[in-house]
């Protein structure tokens, strides 16, 4: 269930954990084709320290989202 708040006429919805987990998949899926239980397991392990790659960075900025 989403939870809405509004302050000075800004409408904030907050996504559930489960929505959080499901964004996250979705871009690991259409960006590096994986999905994102396997690129967090990748993560954890450091697979991807000191790349630079757009792509990662894209789904990386999601973790906190699914965590």
Do not use: C, Q
Request: proline fraction near 4%; charged fraction near 30%.
């Amino acid at each position: 269930m989403h939870d809405t708040r509004s302050d000075a006429g800004v409408e904030v919805v907050e996504a559930t954990p489960e929505e959080g987990v499901a964004v996250l998949d979705r871009a690991a899926r259409e960006v590096l084709n994986i999905s994102g239980d396997e690129f967090l397991a990748k993560w954890d392990a450091g697979d991807y320290e000191g790349m630079d790659d757009p792509a990662i960075t894209r789904v990386a900025m999601l973790i906190p989202f699914a965590r």
